[in-house]
């Protein structure tokens, strides 16, 4: 009797605290699908903003912000042109305010402000694609790294890696551009379903992709509870050169290592491949022109040292070029005709051509952008270790 009494009880009062409960939550704003992509191409955006005065549209696939519109339930709007087929980061600008898409899960890994991302598919799938192909695995890695912090990596094995446990293989070690960080080829490049696409297709080795965090003062000072430096917008400075030596310490005495003793690697330099989008392209030259004993396969992204900085810390490698060519089995530049960086890069090329140091050159239309960069790496991932 006393147990009946006791459920009749609670019961009883669940009922009464249940309207207490739910007026206690926050009421639900009307659902909001964006983005929206139409079979013509064009997106619809959307986000719910009652009290905005404006909302505006920011995104690579647009020349200036477009106005959106408000409906009456607080929801604006916009839809586009046509958009040719790629991933692009976009966000909104509300009152002056930029914020990401908040119906959207996909983003862009970013030090700073992470903006979302919106993938136009095309009609015939692209190397980026995610197809019927055996996938490779994305592994999250922590390491010992500078001064007691601890880094962070990203890791790709191809696929197979689980299952022959007996076979090697070769590394390529990939490192992103300023502000970015060590998810951003995995996330925005999609290194892991090209090379997988390539793989598949015959057109590239199975390799392993380790893909690091290019900015280790950064992270020291985060793990301080510090403020990130600012960033470096001369990157010929004595500031750059002295950071970039500092991701080069670390990727050779603690990340190579790392890997080296936790994956199964080939560890002779012909088997060690090393490239860089922007800022990682520039610690890309730097390092691997440093250590020409530790990689064989050399690939800059939108990138380059300029002719002063190569006479003065690498006359090594233009004052014997025939060593250089002997040892480098690739160096590969690549570079866009609206990229800012454009102008450096023939700088950097034509120091190469003048000093007969053996390089391929690969020029695209298009700027700074992670659009290029799939594109460099559809170009390079076939030719490494060969």
Not at 81 to 97: L, R, S
Not at 206 to 222: D, F, H, T
Request: charge should be positive.
């Amino acid at each position: 009797m006393k147990i009946k009494v006791i459920i009749q009880f609670l019961a009883f009062y669940i009922i009464l605290a249940i309207p207490g409960i739910v007026s206690s939550q926050p009421p639900r704003g009307p659902l909001v699908i964006s983005p929206q992509v139409n079979a013509d191409k064009s997106v619809t955006f959307r986000y719910l903003a009652p009290l905005a005065n404006e909302v505006k549209l920011s995104g690579q696939f647009l020349k200036a912000p477009v106005a959106m519109t408000k409906d009456a339930q607080g929801i604006w709007s916009v839809t586009t042109e046509p958009i040719k087929p790629d991933i692009y980061p976009y966000n909104f600008q509300v009152d002056g305010i930029g914020v990401m898409d908040p119906a959207n899960v996909a983003f862009f890994p970013n030090e700073r402000f992470k903006a979302s991302l919106v993938e136009i598919p095309a009609d015939v799938p692209s190397v980026y694609s995610l197809r019927e192909v055996p996938h490779g695995t994305i592994s999250y890695e922590y390491y010992p790294s500078v001064e007691g912090s601890t880094g962070t990596l990203v890791v790709y094995t191809p696929p197979g890696y689980t299952k022959e446990r007996a076979k090697k293989y070769p590394v390529f070690y990939l490192i992103s551009g300023t502000t970015d960080t060590e998810e951003t080829f995995y996330k925005v490049g999609k290194t892991n379903f090209i090379l997988d696409n390539l793989i598949a297709d015959g057109k590239a080795k199975p390799m392993i992709v380790v893909m690091p965090y290019g900015n280790p003062a950064a992270r020291i000072a985060e793990q301080k509870g510090l403020s990130k430096p600012a960033d470096i917008m001369n990157r010929d400075s004595e500031d750059a050169v002295k950071r970039a030596k500092f991701f080069e310490t670390d990727l050779i005495t603690n990340i190579i290592p790392y890997i080296e003793k936790n994956y199964r690697t080939l560890t002779n330099r012909e088997n060690r491949a090393i490239a860089g989008f922007s800022r990682g392209g520039g610690q890309t030259l730097r390092a691997a022109f440093n250590n020409m004993h530790k990689f064989a396969w050399v690939c800059s992204y939108a990138s380059y040292i300029s002719p002063a900085e190569m006479d003065k810390g690498f006359s090594h490698i233009g004052g014997d070029a025939a060593k250089t060519n002997q040892q480098l089995k690739l160096l590969w530049s690549g570079i866009g005709t609206e990229d800012f960086l454009y102008k450096g890069t023939v700088e950097f090329e034509d120091y190469l051509k003048a000093k007969k140091v053996n390089f391929k050159s690969y020029v695209t239309d298009g700027g700074h952008t992670w659009m290029n960069v799939k594109k460099y790496m559809n170009e390079t991932l076939p030719l490494l270790f060969q």
